[in-house]
T-cell receptor
């Protein structure tokens, strides 16, 4: 069965410094991977997705993620954090050929940004 | 705005009440989902509908009853809930079910059971 592990439950950075949110996945097939963001009292918004094309994926708001099959990782990065980036981030996996399977979410990483 | 609308945004209900959550999408998507988001726990997939047919039910208690009358609407009927059912209930839709398509989420209904 597919799964995702977000290695940090909470990450704190200063405004203007780099962001790294770590995610490892487990999948029997070639996976599709996503990062979603959830701001307080809001629904989930797609940041970016990987679907077996380029391994470096660029998303919205300056975020990007790199798919590394050898490390089964899909870490999310941003060169310079902004106060508005403070939110909950979810790494998500979805597999083809799994009838009845929808998106499987990690436990989430809370990103705090200080001035 | 994702194109997925949930009502109500907030709901407080007693354990003996019956209420329904509504989800609506006009994105032309064929799959719709209910997720439960509790504090300190990962999102839990509750139900999946594809082309108005239920394709997954992840051992959800019978006090939660979904209904998908057409491809644009999804309901979650609630009755005799427990306080531990208090959570954020999220609806999502996607062009197809599973595979490599992302889901579009509504803003959720914050449910409190008293």
């Amino acid at each position: 069965a597919q799964s995702v592990t977000q290695l940090d439950s909470h990450v704190s950075v200063s405004e203007g410094t780099p962001v790294l949110l770590r995610c490892n996945y487990s999948s029997s097939y070639s996976p599709s991977l996503f990062w979603y963001v959830q701001h307080p009292n809001k629904g989930l918004q797609l940041l970016l997705k990987y679907t077996s094309a380029a391994t470096l994926v660029k998303g919205i708001n300056g975020f990007e993620a790199e798919f590394k099959k050898s490390e089964t990782s899909f870490h999310l990065t941003k060169p310079s954090a902004h106060m508005s980036d403070a939110a909950e981030y979810f790494c998500v996996v979805s597999e083809r050929g799994q009838a009845g399977t929808a998106l499987i979410f990690g436990k989430g990483t809370t990103l705090s940004v200080s001035s | 705005e994702t194109g997925v609308t949930q009502t109500p945004r907030h709901l407080v209900m007693g354990m003996t009440n019956k209420k329904s959550l509504k989800c609506e999408q006009h994105l032309g998507h064929n799959a719709m989902y209910w997720y439960k988001q509790s504090a300190k726990k990962p999102l839990e997939l509750m139900f999946v509908y594809s082309l108005e047919e239920r394709v997954e039910n992840n051992s959800v208690p019978s006090r939660f009853s979904p209904e998908c009358p057409n491809s644009s609407h999804l309901f979650l009927h609630l009755h005799t809930l427990q306080p531990e059912d208090s959570a954020l209930y999220l609806c999502a839709s996607s062009p197809t079910q599973g595979g490599n398509t992302e889901a579009f989420f509504g803003q959720g209904t914050r449910l409190t059971v008293v």
